[in-house]
């Protein structure tokens, strides 16, 4: 069984017979931070964060708009089946907004 130091430089031997050793030292063809690619992945990111931004706001309005529907089920104090009655057009009016 070799050692892993003599592994390492028997591939460097096979690497250089091969002559791929000057591949490896090699520069890239093209740059990965040319100024197309910078604005298309801040362009990307904004897109992103504007999408969750709005995700979040949308979430935050349908909560309050089903605690004002509760707060106003206890001030009214209707019965049970006018309650559900309420909850139930909350829902279809956020499923119906939702779809737009």
């Known amino acids: 069984m070799e050692r892993s130091g003599d592994a390492v430089a028997k591939l460097g031997r096979s690497l250089r017979m091969m002559n791929l050793d000057r ?3 090699q520069e ?4 990965v931070s040319e100024p197309v690619t910078k604005q298309k992945a801040t362009a990307a990111n904004k ?9 979040h706001q949308s979430l935050q309005d349908r ?6 529907v509760k707060r ?3 001030e009214e104090q209707v019965t049970s089946d006018v309650k559900e009655e309420m909850m139930r057009a909350l829902t279809e009016k956020e499923a119906e907004f939702m779809r737009l």
């Open 47 to 55: 897109h992103i964060e504007d999408h969750y931004k709005n995700h």
């Open 72 to 74: 106003k089920r206890q």
């Open 28 to 31: 890239p063809e093209f740059s």
């Open 23 to 25: 591949y490896f030292e």
């Open 63 to 68: 909560s309050e708009r089903r605690l004002a």
